[in-house]
């Protein structure tokens, strides 16, 4: 069993956490690919996409806002409805 730690949420709240516990979304997107790449990751009614898709058009993505000028820090508002597209902007966008 991986060990646990104790961090801080909410102002005084202690939350028991397994470690290591990645920081960042990318991250747990980066694992995710590394270790179940050919698995389902988005399914929204005909399309299916494997965490390996998901992560190439996450990419995608991402060069299109780098490109288009948005830098770390910048704020970026979604207006989507709830589809593959949002969950691949989001993703980019971390």
Do not use: Y
Request: charged residues 20%; hydrophobic residues 50%.
């Amino acid at each position: 069993m991986p060990g646990v730690r104790v961090e801080a949420h909410f102002d005084d709240r202690l939350v028991r956490s397994f470690e290591p516990r990645a920081r960042r979304i990318h991250d747990l997107l980066a694992h995710t690919v590394l270790h179940r790449a050919d698995d389902l990751a988005l399914v929204c009614e005909s399309q299916r996409l494997t965490w390996r898709e998901l992560h190439a058009q996450v990419a995608s993505v991402a060069t299109g806002f780098q490109q288009a000028g948005i830098l770390p820090g910048d704020r970026v508002a979604l207006f989507q409805g709830n589809n593959p597209a949002f969950v691949i902007a989001f993703l980019a966008i971390q």
